[in-house]
């Protein structure tokens, strides 16, 4: 609470040294954002990430229905009811072991544009060869699972702390005794066989072998390549852990500020939409944290997560995983961004109110109910930079004191679907009420801010635009015909002959242009997006919220009809 009394009283000090700071990434952008690769690939991760979020719901429900304390002792005994709860909590710990073949897939599929069913089989093909050749290389030295047991490693020698260590650098996957790398294998796999699927899938061979030309000739470079960089990794992926490794203990070592670095730097990279990758990291590599669970050696925070709920671990273990999964989130999401969207709606034109609040409360409900929160936070983090990382360090402070106060609430949406499931419906064990408790505290602080600057500072949030009358004529909304909405948007990129490549994550539509000069914003904002972003030259993001995935679909079939109907 005094952090919160502290902050509060300097703000405008606080707020002036924010400002100085932004203006020196402002100005010197082109080392803070990366290059299209990354957008693509950081998109690329989504997919499994939102199967792990349904897996994670269903086993949060499953272990709620074998908690006695929950269900009471008569239910948790029915036999034939706890076989089926035992099964989905079965399938649900596959789902997370498979999770680097997902990965694997998803990269491939994500980094590819055309024949992507060929690009996705030669992946599955590719992800078995990476194995077989670790363990085949591992096995010539003697190494599989006899002698990596911490039975064997003690008996030669070694402590129970180092056997454990020199155990942990391996797991069997599929069956294969392997380097434990991972979703690093299946990120590895699926950004080489994209590579050589782009690079090969129009290949024309000579006309005696020109069957295995095309398409075809994808899976057989995978079998001759992948080999080759099994090897490579083979060789180089015990720096590598070593270097993660080091990362995860620096972080364990700054102690309770570990969360909030994490929390910051999670915030403070949404407009480049890199903040998936380092969910990732952190999600599932030692920077998240490393323990052991039921003699496993589980490494990576949602990994950890998900392994208590797979096991009944006790509270203890489950917040080693919380402290970066779930609950400093829920914080903002379901308290702090709704405020702030309540403080734009106050401090809006009064002849903006009625639209701003229709998009405001779509934001919420978005926020308030999944966790996602772009919808929110595009409409100030560009307009205002001492707003936006006011937002960032109060994300910090919101992991970082959830961490401190031992709450143990996870998961990856962080809406109030998972703050009941995992949180209220687990017990008072978890400490869920202190996401209310500290949530609504943040509430109020992120509403008397953001009011405060906004109306101070004359900050032009939205629904403080003044729009003239055919301005507002002749503005369009997502309400238009899907037709008439891809015209538009086609029109502000320039024209179909302009866009090279067109894409989408949870909320924004990605799309890459030949010619950015040919770009109308002007154009694009009659369609009423949440926000514009323009991360590189030749990539513009427009926020459309949940509902573009459908946008980005008639988009998609828009372009098509064009394209054919010239040809």
């Known amino acids: 609470m005094c952090i919160f009394f502290i902050l509060f009283q300097n703000i405008e000090k606080i707020a002036i040294l924010i400002y100085r700071g932004y203006t020196f990434m402002e100005e010197n952008m082109e080392v803070f954002i990366l290059k299209g690769f990354l957008q693509k690939f950081g998109k690329s991760l989504l997919m499994p990430i939102s199967t792990l979020a349904a897996a994670g719901l269903i086993l949060g429900l499953a272990a709620m229905l074998q908690n006695p304390s929950i269900v009471g002792e008569s239910f948790a005994k029915l036999l034939a009811v706890q076989n089926v709860i035992g099964y989905i909590r079965k399938l649900a ?32 093909l590719g992800f078995f060869i990476f194995h077989l050749t670790l363990n085949y290389m591992l096995g010539l030295k003697g190494i599989n699972a006899d002698t990596t047991s911490v039975k064997y490693l003690t008996e030669q020698g070694m402590t129970s702390v180092q056997a454990s260590l020199e155990n942990a650098r391996y797991e069997t996957v599929f069956g294969f005794l392997t380097y434990r790398m991972n979703v690093f294998a299946g990120v590895i796999v699926g950004l080489v066989v994209a590579e050589l ?44 852990d070593f270097i993660i490794s080091l990362f995860g203990k620096s972080i364990e070592v700054t102690g309770i500020f570990g969360p909030f670095i994490y929390g910051f730097l999670n915030r403070l990279l949404i407009p480049t939409g890199l903040h998936h990758i380092l969910n990732q990291l952190v999600r599932f590599t030692n920077i998240g944290g490393s323990t052991t669970i039921n003699g496993e050696v ?32 829920m914080i903002i999401a379901m308290f702090g961004l709704p405020s702030a969207a309540l403080a734009i709606i106050k401090t809006s034109f009064p002849e903006n109110k009625k639209y701003i609040k229709s998009l405001m409360l779509a934001g919420i409900a978005a926020s308030f109910v999944t966790g996602i929160t772009e919808p929110i936070e595009f409409s100030f983090i560009f307009i205002s930079p001492v707003l936006f990382l006011f937002h960032a360090v109060m994300t910090g402070f919101s992991y970082m004191i959830m961490a401190v106060l031992g709450a143990a609430v996870g998961n990856i949406q962080a809406g109030i679907i998972d703050f009941f499931i995992f949180g209220v419906f687990r017990g008072m064990d978890t400490r869920w009420f202190l996401v209310i408790v500290v949530g609504i505290i943040y509430a109020f602080i992120y509403y008397k801010v953001f009011v405060f600057f906004i109306t101070k500072f004359n900050i032009n949030t939205p629904g403080r635009e003044n729009l003239n009358d055919d301005e507002e004529s002749e503005g369009k909304d997502l309400a238009m015909e899907d037709t ?12 179909i002959e302009n866009i090279s490549d067109v894409e989408n994550c949870f909320t924004r539509l990605r799309v890459q242009v030949l010619d950015p000069d040919k770009i109308s914003e002007t ?29 980005t679909k008639n988009l998609k079939e828009y372009i098509k009809s064009q394209k ?4």
């Open 93 to 124: 710990g596959f789902i997370f072991g498979s999770l680097p073949v997902f990965f694997a897939i998803s990269v491939t599929a994500g980094m590819t544009k055309e024949e992507k069913v060929t690009a996705v089989y030669s992946s599955v």
């Open 197 to 240: 699927h782009n690079r090969f899938h129009k290949i024309e061979l000579p006309s005696m072998f020109n069957f295995f030309g095309g398409k075809r000739f994808v899976p057989i470079i995978t079998i001759a390549v992948i080999p080759f960089v099994a090897l490579i990794s083979y060789y180089v992926w015990p720096y590598f």
């Open 298 to 329: 589980v490494t990576g925070a949602l990994n950890i997560y998900n392994a208590t709920l797979v096991n009944n671990s006790p509270v203890d273990v489950v917040r080693l995983g919380t402290r970066f999964v779930g609950q400093g989130h």
């Open 484 to 495: 008439e909405l891809s015209e538009t948007i086609i029109k502000g990129l320039g024209g």
């Open 523 to 551: 154009v694009i904002k009659t369609t009423k997006p949440s926000g514009i972003v323009r991360p590189e030259k030749n990539y513009i993001h427009i926020i459309y919220g949940l509902k573009v995935e459908g946008i």
């Open 564 to 567: 054919e109907a010239k040809n």
